[in-house]
């Protein structure tokens, strides 16, 4: 199955989509910064800016953003806009650039599968740290074409070099100061990939 994923959602949704998120995306920002302190993320899939934004105002100085969705960045503040690009993860290649921390949250499952390599190495050449969340079979959503297990992603981070950093993410749930209700997948689907093994050949 296939979809134009830059029609895929309706600016009416994404805007309420991102009142509903605000808060928790702020929870999962400051648990971040206070677990990891990136000096430089990038966010791969980052819709309308929930992540980025929250970011910015916890001090990071450095952000990258890019979505497959016009409708979703043109809901980006617009002070950060500048900062974020329209692309298919399908097809194109961000911006050459490498970030302390790259973010990619519950955009896998929107990418065919004959692109979960791609996306994989689209996400290692921008850094050493991944913070990786994307929907399992079972879970609900619009627009799902990829539901995969973890087991699925983790061979695929582990041919480009990369483990499951389960020490990162113990120390980012301790860091979480407030109860995370709507975004719920993200507690269930979140983890955390290092890199372990520079100069891995790329397949």
Known sequence: MTYDVARAYSDE?????KRELAADYLTVARALVSSLKPASVAD???????????????????????????????????????????????????PPGRFDLVACLEVAEHIEEEYSERLVETLTSLGPMIFFSAAAPGQGGEWHVNLRPLEYWDAIFARHGYALDWRTYHDWRQAISAPIHSAWWL???VVFFRQVQPGVQRT
């Open 44 to 94: 791969i899939g980052c819709g309308p800016g929930l992540l980025l934004e929250p970011l910015v105002d916890e001090g990071v100085p450095v952000i990258y953003g890019c979505d497959g969705s016009s409708a979703s960045l043109a809901r980006v503040r617009e002070d950060l806009r500048a900062k974020t690009w329209l692309m298919d993860l399908r097809y194109d290649r961000p």
């Open 187 to 189: 507690l269930r689907n």
């Open 13 to 17: 949704w994404i805007a309420r989509m």
